[in-house]
DNA sequence: AACGTCATGCTGACGAAGAAGCAATTGGAT
DNA sequence: ATCCAATTGCTTCTTCGTCAGCATGACGTT
């Protein structure tokens, strides 16, 4: 499963953050490793995480956590200690695993709100694992403003998108439009053109060429909390 | 995950929650890291919610609360649990942790459901811990009928309610009518009387004396699939 | 022996994120 | 109205992660 170098490099983690609680970061397990370069770090992290060992949020610092360990290590890492809640939520069994996946928020959508602003992480939702594809990446956004209203979808709420380029005339997808600005709009195709509908009298349908608009994912679920 | 900073002031505001059961305010954080500005708090601050060990309400003083630990600090803090992995491949590694709960979803609910309805449990659903309140018990319904429509409410969609026999006006809740049927609806009281209002002008607003109705639960969240 | 693949190694450049500070403003509470 | 807390804009410096490009040695195949 793993080669020497990973393995090495997993032990290095794992033992700092047993020791100090921080992960370390590229330079630190550049020299533990005895490497003159980053770059071979990056790739062994890389590969762990395509492993499944750890788990991490891109261009963040030391965001790195030990997923699972290798029998070599000693095994899982999973929380042996489930402590007995304290005040406990009552009706749900505390011990049992829960159905559900955290999903990264990357920011706000709008009509016209710019494609920079959807690449970042701002926080984390946890959504039911019913809401999930066994397959496919799936992220969170934010909605700003009323242009959906009428489908039920309100200022504030949170919506969970599924990564794909294709959609259904009449599905809710995240789309971006000449590269620039990612909406939330109903679509529907008619020949070589693109309809974006809001679900809002108050917002007029746009209609672009297909070349215009890129689907970036669809709505499968929505979060709302008051 | 964490950088050193990030799990000081971790470490920080869970002592102080300890101690005194009251968050630090920004100033003393800033004290306490030895900052001479609160700016940098705010920052480490909204890392620290990022990664999800730690929610808050914007705009209000000391309104911080702490989800998870890192396992540096004693690991979990009730709410969370372990995720089972689903379907993971690839390049989408699961959480290890997530901050969220499983609730039971009591049954349906719409105008004029029998109460019997909505005491037995049909199966779970996981919802994030973002949408509960610290003590109270919840529960989950699922929607029938659109007389909520207006409300962003669906039919189909999935209410997380908590229990609670209070509400101010205009919140939504669970109401039992009678000691026969339950409906969630929007509350409003006019000195002895109590209204009860569909959001769907379809349905008419209904009144009744103050000692027809019970308040069974006030609405929280909303959880919908596509 | 020659070749392709794979894991690994190295350098350097680049840009993003973390951390810190000051100042001004907004928002809540009382 | 006033105080305190929180938020935001702007600046500066440091730390960190990412990546393109090229090199090497191990291994198995042709």
Do not use: C, W
Request: proline content about 4%; hydrophobic content about 45%; overall charge neutral.
């Amino acid at each position: 499963m793993l080669t020497k170098k990973q393995l090495d490099l997993l032990d290095f983690i794992h033992t700092r953050l047993q020791k100090d609680g921080v992960p370390p970061s590229f330079d630190e397990m550049k020299v533990a490793l005895d490497l003159r370069s980053k770059s071979g770090i990056h790739r062994l992290i890389t590969a762990l995480e395509e492993r499944g060992f750890i788990r991490r949020l891109a261009h963040r610092a030391r965001a790195i956590e030990i997923i699972r360990l290798p029998d070599s290590l000693g095994g899982t890492v999973e929380d042996v200690a489930e402590a007995p809640t304290p005040a406990n939520q009552g009706t749900a069994p505390a011990a049992a695993t829960i159905a559900a996946m955290e999903l990264p928020v990357m920011g706000r959508i709008a009509a016209g709100v710019p494609i920079e602003a959807i690449n970042q992480i701002s926080h984390q939702v946890a959504v039911p694992a019913s809401m999930l594809s066994a397959q496919g990446q799936h992220f969170a956004l934010e909605v700003r403003g009323d242009s959906m209203i009428e489908a039920g979808i309100n200022d504030g709420d949170i919506v969970v998108i599924r990564e794909t380029s294709v959609a259904d005339d009449g599905d809710v997808v995240v789309a971006l439009v000449e590269g620039q600005e990612a909406t939330l709009k109903r679509i529907y195709r008619k020949g070589t053109s693109v309809a974006l509908e809001a679900a809002n009298p108050a917002y007029e349908t746009r209609r672009y060429r297909q070349d215009q608009v890129k689907v970036q994912g669809r709505l499968v679920g929505l979060i709302r909390t008051y």
